[in-house]
């Protein structure tokens, strides 16, 4: 059995926390920043969690990650 791939993409995109979460950034905060609030730019900034309904798909992708 040859060994599984890891995604690349997803390699640079995702981390794993210590508790075995995957970290990951928030999306829209690219362009067209002048019409968004600033609040709402300021919450862009943080990391947040995947979701746990995308955990099975993120274990395919990044099979030699350590999630939990």
């Known amino acids: 059995m040859p060994k599984m ?6 390699a640079k995109r995702f981390k794993v926390t210590g ?3 995957v970290k990951r950034s928030k ?3 690219r362009h067209i ?4 609030k600033t609040k709402v730019k300021r919450g862009l900034r943080t990391a947040t969690t995947v979701d746990s309904a ?5 274990k395919k992708l990044l099979p030699y990650l ?3």
């Open 19 to 21: 508790s075995g979460k």
């Open 54 to 58: 995308n955990i099975g798909s993120m």
């Open 33 to 36: 920043l002048t019409s968004k």
């Open 27 to 29: 999306a829209y905060a």
């Open 5 to 10: 791939k890891t995604n690349r993409a997803a």
């Open 66 to 68: 350590g999630i939990k």
